[in-house]
């Protein structure tokens, strides 16, 4: 662990500009288990180039619309709501959540 710290960043933060290049990008395996690779996701972004000479530097990810929920739940979405569409859509959410779950057999339960 000692050596992956000195190596491997320990957060990303969220791009704020959209017209910015991210220095991380998320992808979802097949399992729907989150990855951040390090790199351009298209090759239009240009060459990756990202210096390593031990200064400390802050990398940023994309997530685009894949973290609109949460940003909502945090209060920062980007999309323009009131707080009473906010609030009517966190309800709406928590209720899927909750079918999702009820959703669920015993047999799905165990296996975790």
């Known amino acids: 662990h000692s050596e992956a710290r000195k190596h491997i960043p ?26 951040y690779l390090l ?32 940003r909502i739940r945090e209060g920062y979405s980007r999309r323009k709501m009131t707080e009473e569409e906010r609030a009517a859509f966190l309800v709406n959410d928590e209720n899927d959540y909750i079918d999702e ?3 669920f057999t015993a047999k799905e339960v165990d296996n975790f």
């Not at 957060?11 to 500009?17: A, D, G, P, Y």
């Not at 790199?39 to 390593?52: I, S, V």
């Open 10 to 35: 320990p957060f990303v933060n969220e791009i704020s500009e959209s017209t910015a290049t991210p220095d991380v990008y998320p992808r979802f395996d097949l399992e729907g288990s989150l990855h």
């Open 39 to 70: 790199g351009h996701a298209r090759e239009g972004d240009g060459e990756f180039c990202f210096p390593a000479d031990g200064s400390e530097r802050e990398i940023f990810v994309n997530y685009e619309d894949d973290y609109e929920l949460v």
């Open 101 to 103: 779950i009820h959703s």
